[in-house]
């Protein structure tokens, strides 16, 4: 009845029709109700209202029946939910790192990748991290769903029973493409995965210094490293490149010097690029340090 593509998916849907049952039910027995007094009790029949004295039985069966009902609805959500947070110990662990706006997936051995590839039948545990703000990782076909939060550590689990690919969303509204925040899960037999794993390149150590003022700044969530236009212009290729910009309300065409970049890091909004916002960023005044200013000037020379 149930699909076996996790191990909580029978769990939460036996969950999901029982409550859903149970609404149903009085869905139609309270609405059922309410018509056969409007018609029974209907004004033109002239039925004169009589006073009722207390009845405790009534009361009693009120209070209980519904008590139990809602005290079983917690329970099969309980029953459900705590496996959810027990990992088993032989679990294989991997990291998802949710950032704007894209999820990326590390393994054992500094290896790195966009999809989660997982083998069939076996516990996996996911550490859950967020680079910039908060991410959703959330998987509809294995029921589970759990925060990214940035600077906490969470985790999920699953054995994934059926092999196939399975949607992965984020669903935390992050931004302006948070929409496009998606992956996938690729179930795998053990042998298929191992090979998969053997070919993965090793993640290269990118030990520069720069880079790492900008990650640590939240700078790439809106300079895209790759040329790609997000809220601000990309960082690839700007380091000496022409650029038009807006002083006071006059363009003028100016050259990206390392001048020019720690003038935009301290004081953005005197020069902003045509084609660009005014006042969305924020000053660093204070923030960085006019020594990592010269290291991202540094890297950002090197990014072509
Ligand atoms: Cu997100």
């Known amino acids: 009845m149930f ?7 029978q ?10 049952a149970i609404s149903v039910f009085f869905l139609v027995a ?29 009361e009693i069966t009120w209070i209980a029946i519904p008590m139990i009902l809602v005290l079983y609805m917690f329970y099969i959500g309980w029953e459900g939910f705590i496996p959810m947070r027990q990992v088993p110990k032989d679990a294989m662990e991997v990291t998802a790192i949710g950032s704007m706006w894209k999820f990326e997936f590390e393994y054992a051995g500094n290896k790195q990748s966009d999809t989660l590839v997982v083998p069939i039948d076996k516990a996996v545990k996911v550490n859950l991290a967020s680079k910039d703000v908060l991410h959703g990782f959330s998987v509809p076909g294995f029921r589970i769903k759990e925060d990214m939060v940035p600077q906490k550590k969470n985790y999920t689990w699953f054995i994934a029973g059926e092999l196939g ?50 990650e640590k700044n939240g700078c790439i969530a809106c300079h895209s490293l790759d040329g790609s236009k997000l809220v601000g212009p990309s960082f690839k290729g700007l380091h000496g490149s022409t650029s038009e910009v807006t002083i006071n309300g006059v363009n003028t065409k100016i050259t990206v010097d390392s001048a020019y970049l ?17 006042g969305v960023m924020k000053s660093y005044k204070g923030i960085i340090q006019k020594k990592d200013v010269e290291l991202i000037n540094e890297y950002l020379k090197t990014l072509k």
């Open 3 to 9: 699909s076996n593509a996790s191990n909580f998916v």
């Open 11 to 20: 769990g939460v849907d036996s969950a999901f029709l029982i409550i859903t």
């Open 30 to 58: 309270l609405t059922g109700l309410m018509i056969y007094f409007v018609v029974k009790y209907n004004k033109k029949k002239a039925i004169p209202a009589v006073q009722i004295k207390d009845n405790s039985l009534l």
């Open 165 to 214: 690919d399975y949607d992965i969303y984020c669903t935390v509204y992050c931004g302006l493409n948070h929409s496009y925040m998606m992956s996938v899960i690729r179930v795998v037999s053990q042998a298929d995965y191992d090979k998969w794993i053997k070919a993965l390149p090793v993640k290269k150590v990118d030990n520069n210094l720069g880079l790492k003022v900008l």
């Open 262 to 278: 720690e003038s935009s890091i301290y004081d953005p909004n005197k020069e902003i690029v045509v084609g660009y916002p005014q």
